[in-house]
T-cell receptor, first 114, second 112 residues
Framework: DSGVTQTPKHLITATGQRVTLRCSPRSGDLSVYWYQQSLDQGLQFLIQYYNGEERAKGNILERFSAQQFPDLHSELNLSSLELGDSALYFC?????????????FGPGTRLTVL | GENVEQHPSTLSVQEGDSAVIKCTYSDSASNYFPWYKQELGKRPQLIIDIRSNVGEKKDQRIAVTLNKTAKHFSLHITETQPEDSAVYFCAARRNTGNQFYFGTGTSLTVIP
């Protein structure tokens, strides 16, 4: 157990819908990262937050957005969902905002878009 | 942007043999190279990393080498055990813009 929690574990929804994925970092970690893992795209970095502010942006679609709240938990919002958005979404956390600090991954949320 | 290529995509070795996975990157500004292990149905876990000011790093049966000139880095696992069976991902961090890129993964199977 890495100490990072993600909810829900599974999510099944329809195309065009909107969902919110939630992540709570390890105690003391200030940075949260979101990743998407799909069969055809592999593991992709989406976005990073540090102490409430966006720090880095990767291959995140405009239909997706995220935020980090004052209590440091983070939410990833996915809207206008398409079949291709079906994937495993991981959240990770680290102590500082540097990628070269070890990131601890959560168990992931499996999103299925029908 | 950065492009991280990883080879091979699958690798089978006999227990006790060594396994080597190679990654190449395109951006000379990349300066941090971690390796992750992901067991089936589980989360990725960092197993070793190397920074651009170091050529080699070892941790028990695992080692990583970095050749900055050729822009490639490799993961070496010696005396492989069945529990080493997993998918291994390399990654590279590009300092400029603070981006993080993963390789496509190598599925390692250690045959008892």
């Amino acid at each position: 157990d890495s100490g990072v929690t993600q909810t829900p574990k599974h999510l099944i929804t329809a195309t065009g819908q909107r969902v919110t994925l939630r992540c709570s970092p390890r105690s003391g970690d200030l940075s949260v990262y979101w990743y998407q893992q799909s069969l055809d795209q592999g593991l992709q970095f989406l976005i990073q937050y540090y102490n409430g502010e966006e720090r880095a942006k990767g291959n995140i679609l405009e239909r997706f957005s995220a935020q980090q709240f004052p209590d440091l938990h983070s939410e990833l919002n996915l809207s206008s969902l398409e079949l291709g958005d079906s994937a495993l979404y991981f959240c990770a956390s680290s102590v500082t905002g540097s990628f070269s600090n070890e990131q601890f991954f959560g168990p992931g949320t499996r999103l299925t878009v029908l | 942007g950065e492009n991280v290529e990883q080879h091979p995509s699958t690798l089978s070795v006999q227990e006790g043999d060594s396994a080597v996975i190679k990654c190449t990157y395109s951006d000379s500004a990349s300066n941090y190279f971690p390796w992750y292990k992901q067991e089936l149905g589980k989360r990725p876990q960092l197993i070793i990393d190397i920074r651009s000011n170091v050529g080699e790093k070892k941790d028990q049966r695992i080692a990583v080498t970095l050749n900055k000139t050729a822009k490639h880095f490799s993961l070496h696992i010696t005396e492989t055990q069945p529990e080493d069976s997993a998918v291994y991902f390399c990654a590279a961090r590009r300092n400029t813009g603070n981006q993080f890129y993963f390789g496509t993964g190598t599925s390692l199977t250690v045959i008892p």
